[in-house]
Nanobody, 124 residues
Framework: QVQLVESGGGLVQAGGSLRLSCAAS????????MGWFRQAPGKEREFVGT????????YYADSVKGRFTISRDNSKNTVYLQMNTLKPEDTAVYYC?????????????????WGQGTQVTVAS
């Protein structure tokens, strides 16, 4: 089992920045690829980005590429989502997740463990 707890959400003005954190506990954190997803009201859960378990290779959805950055600190069992130049359409509940899929897990079904989510609201 892996337990994931997100933090860092909140209300921010358009153009602002937020950094989300996801703290993991339980099984060896470094064995999992980590991903971020988001879900806006009335919409399906959407892939945001992922980072590999070794090498820190990242992959992002087109909608956030160039604005969001994922990083991980395996010594702290924590993954981060740095969000810059936020837009109102980024408003959603953001979830971190852990996957045993080795290469670019892009689908929610490829993730084994999920956090409870943290709300991000971007005001126009």
């Amino acid at each position: 089992q892996v337990q994931l707890v997100e933090s860092g959400g909140g209300l921010v003005q358009a153009g602002g920045s937020l950094r989300l954190s996801c703290a993991a506990s339980g099984r060896t954190f470094s064995n999992y690829a980590m991903g971020w997803f988001r879900q806006a009201p009335g919409k399906e859960r959407e892939f945001v980005g992922t980072i590999s378990w070794v090498g820190g290779r990242t992959y992002y959805a087109d909608s956030v590429k160039g604005r969001f950055t994922i990083s991980r600190d395996n010594s702290k069992n924590t993954v981060y989502l740095q969000m810059n130049t936020l837009k109102p359409e980024d408003t959603a509940v953001y979830y971190c997740a852990a996957s045993q899929v080795g290469v670019r897990p892009l689908r929610a079904s490829q993730y084994d463990y999920w956090g409870q989510g943290t709300q991000v609201t971007v005001a126009s």
